[in-house]
């Protein structure tokens, strides 16, 4: 069910704002747990950052992703479509990708080292053993020590942390015997491995949290790991393939869209929320989730005198992640690229300095380019490229940045495809372009997340686990989260984590019994149904 602009007469027992994976995932598990659900969303389309980005050209349609690329972890919203009666392989046509990623490994007065990741664990180990013979078996070590570390953490990501005492439970403890609080992410790999380069090929992956590996705590060794042990996958049509998908299945539950509608704020009865106002208009529920960014959302939508420990000055001196500047080119001609394809600075350590505490913008960025239209000819036109250019950079923080994006957008698009032409041997590529957008940290601030800070809330220990907004916001009523602002945090799996424990608590407030599965206490889930076979490419 759709319509442009919700009905003000309208009741139900929930109101989502915003349509991105988060709400979307929540909107399965409720309406197929019995609960009458609105989604109000502020765009035309559903995906909110996970939306598609469609350029016209005399060629024809280059088609994108917005935001998220990576695929991973698919039995995650597998459970949640379970719950809804559905599979994802009956939905999205999903292929597993090998190489996984080509990492271009920067190194100062040295061509990069080109390594392609495989989930073929014996085949990496001669890939880094080639490179420093101690460091591949010493890969395979550190995989089965995170597998264990996965299997004692997995606990802990799939529930609602509080405070402290919910961190006292057996399971939460057994998981804490394999954290080192104290560590860094590199600090950490330093005692498996020699070679620096493959320290940094094993812990780039906190950029999925917009973090420094040299800052990110060392829990999230996990994140490599997961890529290791579950692979990458591609949907075709691109992540927000799956966003439709969702959507499809909860229209078929009764969820009803209201696209073009954004939020002004949420309605209170003293500490009661009662619903939402849209374009002035009142529309009541019985509880409201937020999907939006939270830390922008709790300034728009809940007054300050309500919101307890998250007073504006609070929000606003937060530690928040990096932001992006993106580039979207439709290019004549097809790139011999792999799906994605990563390109880590020469002078790394001080490529992150400038992006997370001087604010400034690096002379040779680090760089991540997914090249879909090789695997997927659904992304751009016949004998042409679809290509996806992220560059991390400060956010807008005025303690952080110290970029005038008015005057760096040009600069950054320059060095930007220079760097494209000589470190990823993209040939005559000014010539090439067809069509071509930017998104830059102002555009992101302006689309009301915090900062511009595209992964949300850094995860530094001072902001993890139950420092983070709650499932369940304190001091109010009725109010819900999910998201990569609160726990576990960003990347789409976890989001789909968060709407899974917000989905459970907010079932049991409504009394309705959950139509999720009790959550698994082993990582694999339903990883055993997804036999598709590999892709080489």
């Not at 005025?398 to 993209?426: M, Y």
């Not at 976890?494 to 959950?514: D, H, K, N, P, Y």
Request: proline share 7%.
């Amino acid at each position: 069910m759709i319509s442009s602009q919700p009905h003000s007469n309208h009741v139900s027992d929930v109101a989502i704002v915003g349509a991105g994976p988060g709400g979307l995932a929540a909107a399965l598990v409720l309406a197929a747990s019995g609960a009458s659900v609105d989604i109000y969303e502020s765009q035309p389309v559903v995906g909110g950052r996970s939306r598609r980005l469609t350029l016209d050209s005399d060629q024809g349609h280059y088609h994108f992703d917005v935001g998220p690329t990576f695929f991973m972890m698919p039995y995650v919203l597998d459970e949640i479509l379970a719950a809804a009666g559905s599979k994802l392989s009956e939905r999205v046509e999903l292929r597993r990708l090998d190489p996984m990623y080509r990492l271009l490994l920067g190194r100062p007065g040295q061509e990069p080292i080109t390594l392609d990741t495989t989930q073929d664990l014996r085949l990496m180990e001669q890939r880094l053993s080639a490179i420093e013979p101690h460091d591949g078996p010493a890969f395979l070590t550190f995989i089965s020590d995170n597998r264990r570390k996965l299997e004692a953490m997995t606990p802990l990501l799939r529930s609602p942390i509080r405070s402290v005492l919910d961190l006292c439970t057996v399971d939460n403890m057994r998981a804490g015997t394999h954290l080192r609080p104290w560590q860094s992410l590199y600090d950490h790999l330093r005692g498996y491995f020699k070679h620096p380069q493959i320290r940094l090929a094993l812990s780039f992956q906190s950029k999925y949290l917009g973090m420094s590996p040299f800052e990110c705590p060392e829990l999230f060794s996990i994140l490599p790991f997961i890529e290791y042990e579950y692979g990458i996958w591609h949907p075709r049509g691109g992540c927000n393939a799956i966003m439709n998908a969702m959507r499809e299945i909860a229209q078929e539950l009764g969820v009803k869209f209201h696209f073009n509608s954004p939020v002004d704020k949420i309605e209170f009865e003293g500490r009661q929320a009662v619903g939402v106002r849209v374009n002035g208009a009142l529309h009541r529920h019985k509880h409201v989730v937020i999907n939006a960014d939270a830390a922008a959302a709790m300034k728009r939508m809940i007054p300050e005198s309500l919101r307890g420990a998250w007073s504006d000055q609070k929000i606003d001196g937060k530690k928040y992640s990096c932001s992006t500047f993106m580039m979207y080119l439709g290019l004549d001609g097809e790139v011999e690229l792999p799906h994605h394809t990563i390109y880590a600075s020469r002078q790394y350590e001080q490529n992150l300095r400038d992006i997370s505490s001087n604010g400034l913008l690096s002379e040779d960025p680090s760089m991540y380019v997914c090249n879909p239209s090789r695997l997927d000819a659904s992304m751009a036109p016949s004998g042409h490229s679809a290509l996806y250019i992220l560059v991390p950079t400060p956010n807008t923080q005025p303690n952080v940045n110290h970029v005038d994006w008015n005057a760096s957008n040009s600069t950054l698009r320059e060095r930007t495809l220079d760097q494209l032409e000589t470190i990823f041997g993209v040939g005559d590529i000014r010539g090439r372009i067809r069509a071509e957008k930017h998104i830059t940290p102002n555009d992101w601030a302006g689309e009301g997340i915090q900062y511009g800070a595209t992964f949300n809330l850094a995860h530094t220990l001072g902001q993890m686990l139950h420092k983070r907004p709650q499932h369940k916001m304190r001091g109010v009523e009725s109010v819900w989260f999910v998201g990569g602002g609160t726990h576990p945090g960003s990347g789409l799996p976890v989001i789909f984590l968060s709407s899974q424990i917000t989905a459970r608590l907010l079932c049991a407030e409504l009394g309705l019994s959950c139509a999720l599965d009790t959550p698994p206490t082993r990582p694999s889930g339903m990883l055993q149904e997804w036999t598709l076979p590999t892709v080489n490419i």
